[in-house]
């Protein structure tokens, strides 16, 4: 068995059905001859945003997988990589590296040693014996703890060595789960039941571990009610009664009262609770804490916590229900904040009813979304949005019911990125309705990849809104616009999208907005990749933007 044999071997063992991939590797041409199959992306930052939603949307079982050639391919998935990283994204990446008598040459890009800021863990293959140990510790690194990507650099003089056939006896990596000190429980569940307003904050960590049945379970025993980080965004229903919505940057009516004025201790569980308001909501100051995370990294990083459990997000969730039940003795705790949830939700959506119903041409971007989410079931959708305005309006509006229904993302916040995530969910949730919002600026930076999913069969839905500007520059852009229009950008992105192969209309009627997205479904249903260009006004109102009003 060769080298480059023996790494297909294992990823058909890890369940691994697709490879998303840029040539020159010989990895492709192996795994086709193993019965795996390639999507050829257009450039390797879409590729790892591809790998990137596959590995979100099957919550890393299996893990995305993503190959690229040494020098310029291995470059040009930097930035794609690094949102892995700080999204904590299970995919593994295997770059082709020069020979190794050639590689720590100056000036040889080297993988190995250029990633290692932004992978979990990185090894080159050096001795190609230890080809499977290799791999099997890259599986380890995917599977146990928190999640991210791993990297195996693969020198191209060892692709065809004659190797031994321990591959064959490679076993999938089972995941190890740990469970919080019982102590630590008690302690939490006394403060979550003398508190008089709890409420849990879920991150993507309940996702990965598939415990949003029972964060419900202890939203609904608690009577807390339960908001998300950006990136854990579908794990708790939000057509519950208790569902705050996502905390980020731009926050729901009923998620910005609550937790500004009637919270009293935070469950923060599956979150590393960082620093960083586009994903994470900033938390009012002395707000208790009780922190539940499966790294040690997270306990005490950003905020005094009263309480740390150290843990797998469903182990910490049931051990927690289990301990409340137990302090509880078959009571209920005597508090009920679902009226008042629902009365700020209608009064939230009342005063955003202007935006949300508006006839105005050009039209708003919230009148697309309100009318997307009006006649599309979230229940059989995957959403996602684009990095700058289009998440900021999506998030507060967007209600989310099933898990993984809507892709979260943003720390590392390349435009663009969703084209990439819709793509690589619709590989891995072919019966869902996968649909990317992006402005025009984010299509011009990966737009041609819309051409990947027409030619792969793989049929998803790009909205661009187009407003024929960089709306959220206006205030800092303002002496560069006047003198040169710096912010204006210019395209027809549907009789491009249509050129590239795909269904494509341009809307600019508000009235046509519904039809024209379920005719846009009904192509993807057919099979063809669609583009719906909705033409825009350069909106810059946002919901309670970094905890402001509206």
Aim: glycine letters at 8%; proline letters at 7%; one cysteine or more.
């Amino acid at each position: 068995m060769r080298t480059a044999d023996a790494i297909v071997e294992i990823l058909k063992r890890e369940g691994v059905s697709t490879l998303f991939c840029f040539p020159t590797t010989p990895i492709i041409e192996n795994a086709v001859a193993a019965g795996i199959r390639p999507v050829i992306c257009r450039q390797e930052r879409v590729g790892v945003d591809m790998a990137d939603g596959y590995a979100r949307v099957t919550n890393g079982k299996p893990p995305g997988v993503f190959a690229m050639q040494y020098g310029p391919g291995s470059e040009n998935a930097f930035p794609g990589i690094a949102t892995t990283y700080s999204d904590s994204v299970p995919v593994l990446f295997l770059p082709l590296a020069h020979a190794r008598e050639q590689s720590q040459v100056f000036p040889t890009f080297r993988s190995s040693r250029t990633y290692a800021s932004v992978t979990k863990q990185v090894e080159e293959i050096v001795v190609p014996d230890a080809t499977t140990e290799v791999m099997r510790r890259a599986f380890s690194a995917l599977k146990n703890g928190r999640p991210g990507p791993a990297m195996v650099e693969i020198p191209r003089d060892i692709v065809e060595i004659e190797i031994g056939d321990e591959a064959l006896a490679y076993r999938p990596i089972k995941p190890s789960r740990s469970a919080p000190d019982p102590d630590d429980v008690d302690l939490a569940a006394k403060r979550l039941l003398a508190a008089q307003a709890p409420m849990i904050l879920a991150g993507q960590g309940v996702l990965y571990a598939e415990a949003s049945n029972a964060l419900v379970e202890l939203s609904e025993l608690l009577q807390a009610p339960v908001m998300t980080t950006v990136d854990g965004k579908s794990a708790f229903p939000e057509d519950h009664a208790l569902a705050l919505g996502s905390g980020g940057n731009t926050f729901s009516g009923p998620g910005r009262m609550f937790l500004h004025t009637r919270a009293d201790l935070i469950l923060a569980i599956g979150c590393g609770l960082n620093r960083h308001q586009l994903t994470t909501p900033t938390l009012p100051k002395g707000l208790p804490i009780v922190h539940a995370t499966n790294d040690p990294r997270d306990l005490h990083k950003s905020h005094a916590t009263e309480v740390a459990l150290l843990g797998d997000a469903q182990l910490c969730l049931v051990s927690l229900t289990a301990a409340v039940k137990d302090l509880l003795g078959g009571k209920r705790p005597n508090r009920a904040p679902a009226a008042e949830l629902a009365a700020e939700r209608e009064a939230w959506l009342a005063r955003w009813a202007a935006k949300l119903q508006s006839n105005e041409t050009p039209m708003t971007p919230y009148r697309v979304m309100a009318e997307f989410m009006r006649v599309v079931d979230p229940a059989k959708a995957i959403v996602t949005h684009d990095s700058g305005s289009p998440r900021d309006q999506l998030l507060p509006f967007y209600r989310a019911t099933r898990p993984r229904g809507y892709l979260g993302w943003g720390k590392s916040h390349q435009l663009g990125t969703g084209l990439g995530l819709t793509i690589g969910a619709k590989v891995g949730a072919p019966d869902k309705f996968c649909v990317n919002f992006m402005g025009d600026a984010a299509f011009g930076m990966v737009g041609l990849d819309f051409e990947t999913a027409v030619r792969a069969g793989i049929p998803i839905l790009t909205i661009v809104l187009n407003n024929a500007t960089m709306a959220i520059e206006i205030p800092h852009m303002k002496l560069s616009h006047e003198k040169h229009q710096a912010r204006d950008l210019g395209g027809n992105y549907a009789n491009l999208a249509r050129e590239l192969g795909g269904w494509s209309e341009r809307v600019s009627e508000p009235g046509q907005i519904a039809e024209a997205i379920l005719r846009a479904k009904r192509a993807t249903e057919d099979g063809r990749a669609a583009l719906l260009e909705f033409m825009t006004s350069a909106e810059t109102a946002f919901s309670h933007r970094n905890g402001g009003a509206a």
